[in-house]
């Protein structure tokens, strides 16, 4: 049973345009959130997090929306650029010391 | 510069043989977790130890050990390798709880 879902595997933005990602979770424990970023044979590296005592965390052109209610939380980049062109994972922590939970990750192609 | 290690980078081993990964870190972080990355399957959580001397089971621990005999160091053991363990791992580190993990840059295993 899937805890942290990205539904959408792919993902092609122009450039300049907005891109939205999109991440659901089933866990009512799950208290901190965050995105990854990975570009291929590199690992992951962290991009923004958001605890759940919030609904939005802005870190320049990256945006991350939390809907407790719903159980969805979203990663907005705009302007898109190039370089932003990697697969993004969203991940989720519940109190305590558990790990992180990722979703399956989703592929973003920003097209010039 | 600080962070983490892995070696090796990539390896092909025999299925049968014992193959052990190795992870350090240099940021005197208490967990350490070993994530696999499989193309749809996103990154999945092996083993974790939230500080030295103690190991939890994640995911998908079956055919894999970890020990954590010091703070930096966190091998993870195949003890008789198998195809389905063809895989590209991922080494860990988080300072405390809601805090971001840092990762390595992994190490490709081809088993054959």
């Known amino acids: 049973d899937q805890q942290v879902k990205q539904n959408s595997p792919s993902l092609s933005v122009q450039e300049g345009r907005i891109s939205i990602l999109n991440c659901d979770y089933t866990n009512s424990m799950f208290d901190y959130f965050l995105w990854y970023k990975k570009y291929p044979a590199e690992g992951p590296t962290f991009l923004i997090s958001?605890?759940?005592?919030?609904d939005k965390n802005e870190d320049g052109r990256f945006t991350v929306f939390l809907n407790k209610s719903a159980k969805h939380l979203s990663l907005h980049i705009v302007p898109s650029q190039p370089g932003d062109s990697a697969v993004y994972f969203c991940?989720?922590?519940?109190?305590?010391?558990?790990?992180?939970?990722f979703g399956k990750g989703t592929r973003l192609s920003v097209i010039a | 510069i600080a962070g983490i290690t892995q070696a090796p980078t990539s390896q092909i081993l025999a299925a049968g043989r014992r193959m052990t990964l190795r992870c350090t870190q240099d940021?005197?972080?208490?967990?350490m977790y070993w994530y696999r990355q499989d193309l749809g399957l996103g990154l999945r959580l092996i083993h974790y130890s939230n500080t030295a001397g103690t190991t939890g089971k994640g995911e998908v621990p079956d055919g894999y050990s970890v020990s954590r005999a010091n703070t930096d160091d966190f091998p993870l053991t195949l003890a008789s390798a198998v195809p389905s363990q063809t895989s590209v791992y991922f080494c860990?580190?988080?300072?405390?709880?809601?805090?971001?993990?840092?990762f390595g840059q992994g190490t490709r295993l081809t088993v054959v």
């Open positions: 860990a580190s988080s300072a405390q709880r809601n805090t971001e993990a840092f």
């Open positions: 940021m005197r972080h208490n967990a």
């Open positions: 958001i605890s759940s005592i919030k």
């Open positions: 991940a989720a922590s519940a109190g305590g010391n558990t790990p992180l939970v």
